[in-house]
Nanobody, 120 residues
Framework: VQLQASGGGLVQAGGSLRLSCAAS????????MGWFRQAPGKEREFVAT????????YHADSVKGRFTISRDNTKNTVYLQMNSLKPEDTAVYYC??????????????WGQGTQVTVSS
């Protein structure tokens, strides 16, 4: 399984970015995909998850109303639309996948990170 994240960059506060994560390999083993982030000196933080087949989503309170996770099954790609970005959203963002059904916080496959920097 390979996960390739892209779309990070530098944006001003209040701006938007869309991250993408393309999956390849044994994608049929996925039940859900998610996004996490890790800021310098902080622990990795859950951001959002989406069930691959049903499309059910769940977002962390810190991003609810600003970020939206979605997926395109035909392209084996998951997206994270980030609006109203704040400096505290600055982090390396990682996509991940798992076959676990009920556990939305633990993942088995990880992509490389993509840097998001929000300037004030």
């Amino acid at each position: 399984v390979q996960l390739q994240a892209s779309g990070g960059g530098l944006v001003q506060a209040g701006g938007s970015l869309r991250l993408s994560c393309a999956a390849s390999g044994r994608t049929l083993s996925f039940y859900r995909m998610g996004w996490f982030r890790q800021a310098p000196g902080k622990e990795r933080e859950f951001v959002a998850t989406v069930a691959w087949s049903l499309g059910n989503t769940y977002h962390a309170d810190s991003v609810k109303g600003r970020f939206t996770i979605s997926r395109d099954n035909t392209k084996n790609t998951v997206y994270l639309q980030m609006n109203s970005l704040k400096p505290e959203d600055t982090a390396v963002y990682y996509c991940a996948a798992t076959g676990r059904i009920r556990d939305i916080f633990n993942y088995d496959y990880w992509g490389q990170g993509t840097q998001v920097t929000v300037s004030s």
